[in-house]
C-alpha cells in the first residue's frame, strides 16, 4: 500500500536559519505530492504541491521538489520566521484509478518551533 | 465565510453517549472525508464519499458512522463514545480527480472531542 514518512521532530530553529524536513514515500506509480501545514488552533491548509517527477512547488519561500528515483519530496525553507512555527504533514494521493484514487495518504507530521 | 466549517469546535462528553459531528461545504464538491487526528500519528481516515450515494470505510471506521445529507453536508457519528475516541476531527473536501486541482482537499477548521 502507500505510506509517507517524514522526520521525526519536533524540530526547533532560530530565526534565520535553513530549513529541512524529510519526506520519502510508497507508492504504486507516480502519485501527487503535497506538503500541508497546520497552525496552532487551526486546520490544515495546503502549502506546496507537485503532481509529476521533477516538477518544483513553490509558496511563501518554501519549497520542495518531486523527486521520482530518491521517491522524496523535501521540504525547504532558506530563512525561516517565527511565523512558520506549525505542524508540517507530508501527504500522497495516487493519480490513477483504484480504490486509492483521490484518498490522501498522511505523514506522522513534524513540529517546527521557530524562536527569535 | 469558511469553505469548509465544522460544528462543534469543541465537545466534552461522557463514556456511552451518542455524539454527531456535522460538516457543512461551500465549495460545491461532491468528495468529502473524516479524519481523526492523534498526536504523533498524523491524520488517519475514518470515512469518505465520493458522492451523495456513495460512502465508503476508511482506515479505522470501527466505532463510527457518517450520513451524507446532502453533497454539501457530512456528519460524523460516535454511536457510543469511548475515552480512545478523544482526538481531534477534521472534515476535507475535494474535487473530482482531473479537475486541475490534483486532487487537493481543503480541510476545515477542526472539532476537538474529548469523551470523560
Known amino acids: 500500500g502507500n505510506s509517507v514518512t517524514q522526520m521525526e521532530g519536533p524540530v526547533t530553529l532560530s530565526e534565520e536559519a535553513f530549513l529541512t524536513i524529510n519526506c520519502t514515500y510508497t507508492a504504486t506509480g507516480y502519485p501527487s505530492l503535497f506538503w500541508y501545514v497546520q497552525y496552532p488552533g487551526e486546520g490544515l491548509q495546503l502549502l506546496l504541491k507537485?503532481?509529476?517527477?521533477?516538477d518544483k512547488g513553490s509558496n511563501k519561500g518554501f519549497e520542495a521538489t518531486y523527486r521520482k528515483e530518491t521517491t522524496s519530496f523535501h521540504l525547504e525553507k532558506g530563512s525561516v520566521q517565527v511565523s512558520d512555527s506549525a505542524v508540517y504533514f507530508c501527504?500522497?494521493?495516487?493519480?490513477?484509478?483504484?480504490?486509492?484514487?483521490?484518498?490522501?495518504?498522511f505523514g506522522q507530521g513534524t513540529i517546527l518551533t521557530v524562536h527569535p | 465565510d469558511a469553505d469548509v466549517t465544522q460544528t462543534p469546535r469543541n465537545r466534552i462528553t461522557k463514556t456511552g453517549k451518542r455524539i454527531m459531528l456535522e460538516c457543512s461545504q461551500t465549495k460545491g464538491h461532491d468528495r468529502m472525508y473524516w479524519y481523526r487526528q492523534d498526536p504523533g500519528l498524523g491524520l488517519q481516515l475514518i470515512y469518505y464519499?465520493?458522492?451523495?450515494?456513495?460512502?465508503n470505510k476508511g482506515e479505522i471506521s470501527d466505532g463510527y458512522s457518517v450520513s451524507r445529507q446532502a453533497q454539501a453536508k457530512f456528519s460524523l457519528s460516535l454511536e457510543s463514545a469511548i475515552p480512545n475516541q478523544t482526538a481531534l476531527y477534521f472534515c476535507?473536501?475535494?474535487?473530482?480527480?482531473?479537475?486541475?486541482?490534483?486532487?487537493?482537499?481543503?480541510f476545515g477548521p477542526g472539532t476537538r472531542l474529548t469523551v470523560l
Open positions: 476535507a473536501t475535494s474535487d473530482f480527480p482531473g479537475s486541475g486541482q490534483g486532487n487537493e482537499q481543503f
Open positions: 501527504a500522497l494521493t495516487p493519480n490513477a484509478g483504484g480504490t486509492s484514487y483521490g484518498k490522501l495518504t
Open positions: 464519499s465520493f458522492d451523495v450515494k456513495d460512502i
Open positions: 507537485a503532481t509529476k517527477a521533477d
